[in-house]
């Protein structure tokens, strides 16, 4: 199984970035997908969701109206469209699966996925 993030950059404060989680080997649209962030110091944090089914999205209060996941099954990938961005969205950017995850608990957890990719890094300059 794999996760290849990709689409981080240098962007300015108030621009958007477009990032792609590609999943392969495995049965993609079992699997529930999220993005996580690690800034320089700080703890991961939970970005947003969304379900396997793709009927329930779910986003961390500070991104939320600024960031859009979806995904594309026929792909196997996810999007995360981050427009508005601030200076503290500077982070390494994760992308994670889990199978069959569904509420708002387990796909806020970091602990829930059963896969991890290596992260993107986004910067945003003010």
């Known amino acids: 199984v794999q996760l290849q993030a990709s689409g981080g950059g240098l962007v300015q404060a108030g621009g958007s970035l477009r990032l792609s989680c590609a999943a392969s080997g495995l049965t993609f649209s079992t699997y529930a997908v999220g993005w996580f962030r690690q800034a320089p110091g700080k703890e991961r944090e939970f970005v947003a969701a969304?379900?396997?089914?793709?009927?329930?999205?779910y986003y961390a209060d500070s991104v939320k109206g600024r960031f859009t996941i979806s995904r594309d099954n026929a792909k196997n990938t996810v999007y995360l469209q981050m427009n508005s961005l601030k200076p503290e969205d500077t982070a390494v950017y994760y992308c994670a699966a889990g199978r069959y995850l569904s509420g708002s608990y387990a796909l806020r957890a970091g602990t829930t996925y059963d896969y991890w990719g290596q992260g993107t890094l986004v910067t945003v300059s003010s």
């Open positions: 969304i379900k396997w089914s793709s009927d329930s999205t």
